[in-house]
């Protein structure tokens, strides 16, 4: 299973509207993936495997680890990819 972190998405430049618009048909459950830290909360992507993937790379391909966070995982365990 993959996340996308909410608050990464939110913002005006062109970049984050375009990978909301890829996360937005998919979207599923919102997770806190580190119930620690007040910003790790992410949206699950509700598609098979593969295509989650694909949209994980299509992101990656316009923002690195730190600017926009992904998550592999389930229930209360998701880590950064």
Excluded: H
Aim: charged share 30%; with cysteine.
């Amino acid at each position: 299973m993959y996340a996308v972190n909410l608050p990464d998405l939110v913002g005006d430049d062109l970049g984050r509207r375009m990978a909301a618009m890829l996360v937005a048909p998919v979207r599923g459950e919102v997770v806190q993936t580190d119930p620690r830290r007040f910003d790790e909360v992410a949206v699950v992507l509700a598609c098979n495997d593969e295509r989650a993937a694909a949209i994980v790379e299509v992101i990656r391909l316009k923002f690195k680890k730190p600017a926009l966070r992904c998550y592999q995982g389930s229930g209360d365990t998701w880590r950064r990819i």
